[in-house]
Nanobody
Framework: QVQLVESGGGLVQPGGSLKLSCAASRSILTFNTMGWYRQAPGKQRELVAKIPTRGIINYADSVKGRFTISRDAAKNTVYLQMNNLKPEDTAVYLC?????????WGQGTQVTVSS
């Protein structure tokens, strides 16, 4: 069983920054993709960004130019650097690890953008 543990969420003012981390219990290179999703109250879960082991990184249009996904394979960790945060970025952010036939999720970390 794979465990994904997110950290780094919190309360930040509009225009501020946060960096989320997702630590996996095994090598992240064994997954096809690692990604960040978010879910706001009353809304569907949506993709924020995903990074494949091989291939092109994808971002949601709403975060392009503000968020950056990266990984450190030696630490089995994926990061999400979030800059110029907006109130509409408020959500629970969840880490995802996907491989053929399986999807793994972390518990999520709350990000609140408010003045």
């Amino acid at each position: 069983q794979v465990q994904l543990v997110e950290s780094g969420g919190g309360l930040v003012q509009p225009g501020g920054s946060l960096k989320l981390s997702c630590a996996a219990s095994r090598s992240i290179l064994t997954f096809n993709t690692m990604g960040w999703y978010r879910q706001a109250p009353g809304k569907q879960r949506e993709l924020v960004a995903k990074i494949p082991t091989r291939g092109i990184i994808n971002y949601a249009d709403s975060v392009k130019g503000r968020f950056t996904i990266s990984r450190d394979a030696a630490k089995n960790t994926v990061y999400l650097q979030m800059n110029n945060l907006k109130p509409e970025d408020t959500a629970v952010y969840l880490c995802n690890a996907a491989q053929l036939g399986s999807d793994y999720w972390g518990q999520g970390t709350q990000v609140t953008v408010s003045s």
